[in-house]
């Protein structure tokens, strides 16, 4: 009987990415707080800022660094979490990262473009 060499969950590999490539965690953090008004999405969306959390040093860390607690935190990154704005704001801020808006036209327009370069390509 062979023995198979144990892998590591798609968790802990979706954190490794994320603290490994910065541009796509900030990719990542653009999209999920893009779906966020989405009901269909918002679960998927605060997942993702959850793991964006635990690869830019854990929730307790990024907890303690946005003054709350990180009991608070994980209950507004669960899916079926409500965060408030001063919440994202503080959690983005102690990932080192900042929040910027853009006209809604604009992303339409990039992502318009995207498409038709990578059908292109």
């Known amino acids: 009987m062979s023995k198979y060499k144990a892998g590591i969950s798609y968790h802990q590999w979706e954190i490794e990415q994320l603290r490994s490539d910065g541009a796509f965690a900030v990719e990542c953090l653009k999209v999920a707080l ?3 008004d989405d009901p269909e999405e918002r679960g998927g969306s605060l997942l993702m ?12 860390k990024i907890a303690a660094k946005a ?10 990154l669960s899916p079926k ?4 704005m001063k919440t994202l704001i503080a959690v983005i801020t102690s990932m080192g990262l900042r929040l910027s808006v853009v006209e809604k036209d604009a992303v ?14």
């Open 34 to 36: 893009e779906s966020l």
């Open 49 to 60: 800022l959850r793991a964006l959390a635990e690869a830019y040093g854990g929730l307790g």
């Open 67 to 76: 003054g709350i607690s990180r009991e608070s935190l994980y209950r507004s």
């Open 81 to 84: 979490g409500n965060p408030t």
């Open 108 to 121: 339409a327009k990039k992502r318009t473009r995207s498409k038709t370069t990578r059908k292109a390509a």
